[in-house]
């Protein structure tokens, strides 16, 4: 079975600074990974993802991760946090190349940008 | 505009009652999942299909039933059976042509109420 773990629930930063949102997986062969967003009461805005190749991955709005595979980890980084960021974010991992298209959520960081 | 429509947006049901939230997508994704997310848990699969007329159980399939008539279309129903239905429900697609990979998009959400 998948899984992903995001062991923060609340991530604080002051705005400027940079920004760490963590996230391990587990699946049985290569995954395919993915960040998302959620603003109150709206669905999930797609941020980035690794499926292949370079390690580092930048996404919109400024974010980037690092595919780490013998940590079995893709953190979310921001050089310097805006406020706007403040929001639910989301990892979510995919077993690349099954049969089956099973998709897996860890269970949302929040993140709270500071002034 | 293509997209996911979920409606309705808000919906209020009696205990023991049935219910359907529907969810369509113009996009010609060919998966779709229903997800619902509680505070603290995150988002957890209820029931996901890949093509018409199949669909796989998730995690909390409990209480619930979908149909796949249409590849458009993936409504979904909870049943009475389903003792805790309160929680904000989302759906996704994801298109499986050209190999795997590809992000999924997420409508905006039910938010179901049982009153």
């Known amino acids: 079975a998948q899984s992903v773990a995001q062991p923060e629930d609340q991530v604080n930063v002051a705005e400027g600074n940079p920004l760490t949102v963590k996230c391990t997986y587990s699946?049985?062969?290569?995954?395919?990974l993915f960040w998302y967003v959620q603003y109150p009461n709206r669905g999930l805005q797609f941020l980035l993802k690794?499926?292949?190749?370079?390690?580092l991955v930048k996404g919109s709005y400024g974010f980037e991760a690092e595919f780490n595979k013998s940590q079995t980890s893709f953190h979310l980084k921001k050089p310097s946090a805006l406020v706007s960021d403040s929001a639910l974010y989301f990892c979510?991992?995919?077993?690349?190349?099954?049969?089956?298209?099973?998709?897996?959520f860890g269970k949302g960081t929040k993140l709270s940008v500071i002034p | 505009d293509g997209g996911i429509t979920q409606s309705p947006k808000y919906l209020f049901r009696k205990e023991g009652q049935n219910v359907t939230l529907s969810c369509e997508q113009n996009?010609?994704?060919?998966?779709m999942y229903w997800y619902r997310q509680d505070p603290g848990q995150g988002l957890r699969l209820i029931y996901y299909?890949?093509?018409?007329?199949?669909?796989q159980k998730g995690d909390i399939a409990e209480g619930y039933s979908v149909s796949r008539e249409k590849k458009e279309s993936f409504p979904l129903t909870v049943t009475s059976a389903q003792k805790n239905p309160t929680a904000f429900y989302l759906c996704?697609?994801?298109?499986?042509?050209?190999?795997?990979?590809?992000?999924?998009?997420f409508g905006h959400g039910t938010r179901l109420t049982v009153v």
């Open positions: 996704a697609s994801l298109p499986l042509a050209g190999g795997g990979g590809k992000e999924a998009d």
């Open positions: 690794y499926i292949t190749g370079d390690n």
């Open positions: 979510a991992v995919r077993e690349a190349g099954a049969g089956s298209y099973q998709l897996t």
């Open positions: 699946v049985s062969g290569n995954p395919y």
């Open positions: 996009l010609n994704h060919d998966a």
């Open positions: 299909s890949q093509i018409v007329n199949d669909f």
